[in-house]
T-cell receptor
Framework: NAGVTQTPKFQVLKTGQSMTLQCAQD?????MSWYRQDPGMGLRLIHY???????DQGEVPNGYNVSRSTTEDFPLRLLSAAPSQTSVYFC????????????FGPGTRLTVT | AQSVAQPEDQVNVAEGNPLTVKCTYS??????LFWYVQYPNRGLQFLLK??????LVKGSYGFEAEFNKSQTSFHLKKPSALVSDSALYFC????????????FGTGTRLTVIP
């Protein structure tokens, strides 16, 4: 199993540009999520999904869109990048249940200039 | 609303000494608590979790955590620290709203000094 994979590893955008961060998992997990990690703030939830066709907002959803057309893939779209979106982005997946552990991807480091 | 607090940004410990990384939580209802570790330039890795049952939970790499309901704490411990334990540690609590969403603490950087 490859686990959770994310591409790209690094990305530099100019303000106003759009892009899609890719996330895929091969564990047949129903639950997938996106977090951003900022210094001194831990990880904060952006969007999540409990199955194909079902998505919902997390704590910090503004400026981001998601879709879940398949169980395996959960892309995160930045519509119009802003410097405040400079961060490290992590995708995670797990089974659905009362307390499964989550599997995290290696992260995407995004810089918006 | 659920939340966790990690009161120490940095913990330094000598190799071979016991280590403790502190976490307190605030939840309505029964807490589902987790510890994750992040090594440099890597994603988070699961260490252990408390759902119910014994207050002392054993996890990966010799770590354990003690759930204390009266003190609303879930401190991470290891009897003998290794230099390779140096990393960023996150405490997290599951959202009781239904999904598997986690609320993370701000993280504690553990440095084990040879």
């Amino acid at each position: 199993n490859a686990g959770v994979t994310q591409t790209p590893k690094f990305q530099v955008l100019k303000t106003g540009q759009s892009m899609t961060l890719q996330c895929a998992q091969d564990m047949n997990h129903e639950y997938m999520s996106w977090y951003r990690q900022d210094p001194g703030m831990g990880l904060r939830l952006i969007h999540y999904s409990v199955g194909a066709g079902i998505t919902d907002q997390g704590e910090v959803p503004n400026g981001y869109n998601v879709s879940r057309s398949t169980t395996e893939d959960f892309p995160l779209r930045l519509l119009s990048a802003a410097p405040s979106q400079t961060s490290v982005y992590f995708c995670a997946s797990s089974q659905v249940g009362p307390g499964p552990k989550q599997y995290f991807g290696p992260g995407t480091r995004l810089t918006v200039t | 609303a659920q939340s966790v607090a990690q009161p120490e940004d940095q913990v330094n410990v000598a190799e071979g000494n016991p280590l403790t990384v502190k976490c307190t939580y605030s939840v309505s209802g029964n807490p589902y608590l987790f510890w994750y570790v992040q090594y440099p330039n890597r994603g988070l890795q699961f260490l252990l979790k408390y759902i119910t049952g014994d207050n002392l939970v054993k996890g990966s790499y010799g770590f354990e955590a003690e759930f204390n309901k009266s003190q609303t704490s879930f401190h991470l411990k290891k009897p003998s620290a290794l230099v390779s334990d140096s990393a960023l540690y996150f405490c997290a609590v599951r959202d009781n709203g239904g999904a598997n969403n986690l609320f993370f603490g701000t993280g504690t950087r553990l440095t084990v000094i040879p």
